[in-house]
């Protein structure tokens, strides 16, 4: 974007706190003195400061003067700004190319640049599909590369009070972590509910996390208060231009690691910051790339917001442990402008279909993902994008972190919906040998017995018979049918027990 000095004033903005850098980068994530390889100067373009790409790396700020200030290649309208929300800026503006390019200078030596690899799921899709391995980083979640970005962004006298955050997702975890690192006191608030795993992950990030409350509207009004009384800044997860443009640097890395990329997935929903972040970059490099959002279709949020042309703050989800972020309220109006302005599409989801999407990512990549993660799959998996077909497809896979408990649910459940897990009972005459009559029906089938069950006191059958309730795992839909006409054959009473 070619820039008009007329329009454009900038002046050296003040020292920072010691980052502990040295010569070859911070010491951070295991690699000592190491630096990730630089971001490639060709993708700056117009954008270029000499002082980037030679020696040390200088920041600028930048202030708009003027309201012809192209944005993006075109001037957005303005949505109003909910005041509900505690905002790090007074005077948040639509992030540009050149501050995300600025964000991924910045942060570049202290979060990781994931692979964006090719996935053996492109064969079972028809889609030439790349993912965006986000979940990856050190936290799991790309919500690191925004939160980074606004830690090292904030005064130095602000970063010796500290930081408080309220809540028991991502975003707390990647602030626990990074403004541990960077040596800025940090305090978590988690309502007592929140499971034993975050909080003591978040604890081992080197955070001090306090209990507080049953629900997560009692930790942040206590968060608030700590804040108000102890000078710490209270941080929530929000759509300032700086944590958008954190955020939007996932978009230039996947515009470099898959040349020629006709389409990028997101995950949507009403924290659409990494979505509207990435599209910003994305449509500037190359306005042809069609960016989709997905999000679930039990609480469309960005969908209505966009309907509507401002935040809509009535949405509820009662399955927010599933979902995550995701399934948060629309939490500002610059996230809504750009999404409105640069994203293509937006589909929604069934909770079945990210399910599945799971399951895939497990069985074929070896991924272990949350909902958030498997979303973007998920359309895939639905059907929700035939335009795609024989198309080169990225897909951002943000997050891997998942309760063990709530993964051993979420893989039963997806097997069950494929039919490779199931259940049948019958009525045979109590004897070894009809049981063994049963098992060798089941070898002869290859369906292999997970678990089986003889019921002889509550049943209406003869004194002499046994239900027998069996649960067998299958190869996939065809299996099963083949199965069922096996056993309906040989025991015409035979029930299914149907999901």
């Not at 991502?170 to 795993?197: C, D, G, K, Q, W």
């Not at 996947?254 to 910003?280: N, R, T, W």
């Not at 089938?445 to 018979?465: H, M, N, P, Y």
Request: with cysteine.
């Amino acid at each position: 974007m070619g820039r008009d000095d007329s329009k454009v004033k900038k002046r050296d903005a003040p020292a920072l706190c010691d980052l502990r850098l040295c010569k070859d980068g911070p010491i951070r994530n295991g690699h000592i003195g190491q630096r990730p390889p630089p971001i490639n100067p060709e993708r700056l373009k117009d954008f270029v400061e000499e002082d980037y790409l030679n020696g040390d790396v200088k920041t600028w700020e930048m202030k708009i003067v003027s309201r012809n200030e192209e944005l993006l290649g075109d001037a957005l309208s303005l949505v109003p700004q909910s005041s509900s929300r505690i905002s790090l800026s007074s005077h948040n503006k639509l992030i540009r190319f050149e501050d995300i390019s600025a964000a991924a200078f910045k942060i570049q030596s202290g979060v990781q640049k994931t692979p964006c690899m090719y996935s053996r799921l492109s064969k079972l899709y028809g889609v030439d599909i790349y993912l965006k391995k986000e979940f990856l980083q050190y936290t799991g979640s790309v919500k690191e590369r925004g939160v980074l970005y606004l830690l090292t962004s904030l005064p130095q006298d602000q970063q010796r009070k500290g930081v408080i955050v309220a809540s028991d997702g991502n975003f707390s975890m990647a602030v626990a972590y990074h403004a541990s690192e960077l040596r800025i006191p940090v305090f978590v608030i988690m309502s007592t509910s929140t499971s034993p795993a975050r909080v003591k992950t978040c604890r081992e990030y080197g955070a001090m996390v306090i209990s507080y409350g049953t629900t997560a509207k009692d930790s942040q009004m206590h968060a608030r208060r700590l804040a108000q009384e102890n000078g710490y800044l209270y941080l929530e997860e929000e759509d300032s231009a700086v944590y958008l443009s954190g955020l939007g640097t996932m978009g230039l890395e996947m515009y470099e690691q898959v040349p020629k990329l006709d389409a990028v997935i997101f995950p949507a929903g009403g924290h659409c910051g990494l979505l509207a972040g990435s599209a910003a970059a994305l449509k500037h490099l190359n306005p042809r790339i069609s960016v989709i959002g997905v999000e679930s279709e039990s609480f469309p949020v960005l969908q209505q917001s966009l309907k509507a042309g401002h935040p809509a703050e009535d949405q509820a989800c009662n399955n927010h442990h599933f979902y995550g972020d995701v399934s948060g309220l629309c939490f500002g109006s610059n996230s809504l402008q750009l999404t409105g302005k640069l994203v293509d599409k937006v589909v929604a989801v069934s909770e079945e279909d990210v399910l599945i999407s799971m399951l895939r990512l497990l069985e074929y990549e070896r991924a272990t993902v949350d909902a958030e993660g498997a979303i973007g799959l998920a359309a895939l998996v639905a059907g929700k994008l035939p335009e795609l077909k024989g198309k080169r497809v990225a897909i951002a896979i943000c997050s891997g972190n998942v309760d063990l408990h709530l993964l051993q649910r979420c893989i039963a459940r997806a097997l069950t919906l494929e039919s490779r897990v199931c259940r049948f009972s019958l009525v045979i005459s109590d004897s070894p040998a009809d049981v063994s009559k049963l098992l060798e029906v089941l070898a002869r089938e290859e369906a292999r017995v997970l678990d089986i069950r003889q019921e002889r006191t509550f049943v209406t059958s003869e004194l002499f018979t046994v239900e027998v309730t069996c649960t067998v795992e299958t190869r996939d839909k065809i299996h099963t049918a083949q199965l069922r006409n096996a056993l309906l054959e040989r025991y015409p009473t035979a029930a299914w027990t149907e999901r």
